[in-house]
């Protein structure tokens, strides 16, 4: 099992930046495959970005393809989502999430375990 627990949302401008971090417990964090979700109140969960146990590859949605960049430390069981030009639309709480396998799916049902999730607020 991993435990997940997310950081680093906040408020911020639009244009602006934010990197979001995830501490993931447990000794197997390079085993896992990770993902990035997001969710606004009355929509469902969606997919926002993923990347393999080695961070050799990668997937992200298109909504945020060439302003965000997921990656990785497995020396220090840390995930990140670094989050640039920011939109209002961007605005949601950030779940990590986690799963065994070298898949990168983007639906929810795909990750077995799930952090708390950290709110992002970007003011226009």
């Known amino acids: 099992q991993v435990q997940l627990v997310e950081s680093g949302g906040g408020l911020v401008q639009a244009g602006g930046s934010l990197r979001l971090s995830c501490a993931a417990s447990g000794r197997t964090f390079s085993r896992y495959t990770m993902g990035w979700f997001r969710q606004t109140p009355g929509k469902e969960r969606e997919f926002v970005a993923a990347?393999?146990?080695?961070?050799?590859?990668?997937s992200y949605a298109d909504s945020v393809k060439g302003r965000f960049t997921i990656s990785r430390d497995n020396a220090k069981n840390t995930l990140y989502l670094q989050m640039n030009s920011l939109t209002a639309e961007d605005t949601a709480v950030y779940y990590c999430a986690a799963r065994t396998g070298v898949a990168l799916p983007t639906a929810v049902t795909g990750y077995n375990y799930w952090g708390q999730g950290t709110q992002v607020t970007v003011s226009s």
């Open positions: 990347i393999i146990w080695s961070g050799g590859r990668t």
